[in-house]
């Protein structure tokens, strides 16, 4: 009894994980688009309680969009630098995250050159090309490939 009791709680996180990136990450491709829906993004990660390095990269990315919509320059700033922390932070913890590569990538890609953040552009963009034939799970390997396209339009 305890062992079906313990797969059933294992699939069920799982599917909870799963369900829970993919909602993240359609929050994610709209965030920019308003400041409606960055926030939207942002209370949907901060309800999260998962401590793994995909999670806090996407906090990453919200600090870095919330700062489009902050007037406040001392705030951008301050936006600026702990998102930035938090994306490097996910990648020192899980370096081979192609998801994780994808996002800082898409940061880097859209942030103003002025900023100084865009030494690792080259590198993610060929580490996520080179390995994205590895990625099994189809529904992140469609998300990657659906961004890159859009990034590089």
């Known amino acids: 009894m305890r062992l079906v009791l313990t797969i059933l709680l294992l699939v069920l996180s799982q599917y909870s994980y799963s369900s829970d990136i993919l909602k993240t990450r359609e929050l994610y491709s709209n965030a920019s688009l308003s400041e409606n829906n960055c926030k939207k993004f942002g209370e949907s990660l901060y309800k999260n309680s998962t401590k793994s390095p995909i999670i806090k990269g996407y906090k990453g990315c919200y600090l ?14 301050s936006y600026f630098k702990k998102g930035k922390s938090k994306i490097e932070k996910a990648i020192k ?18 942030i103003p050159k002025l900023l100084l953040y865009f030494n690792e552009i080259e590198e993610d ?15 992140t390997k469609e998300f990657i490939i659906q961004s890159l396209k859009a990034l590089n339009k």
């Not at 870095?64 to 700033?77: D, E, L, R, V």
């Not at 590895?134 to 529904?139: F, M, Q, R, S």
């Open 64 to 77: 870095m969009i919330k700062c489009k919509f902050t007037s406040n320059p001392i705030q951008k700033i």
């Open 93 to 110: 913890e899980a370096p081979y995250s192609l998801e994780i590569r994808l996002l800082r990538y898409s940061i880097q890609k859209k």
């Open 125 to 139: 963009y060929n580490f996520i090309i080179n390995n994205i034939s590895t990625v099994k799970d189809h529904k």
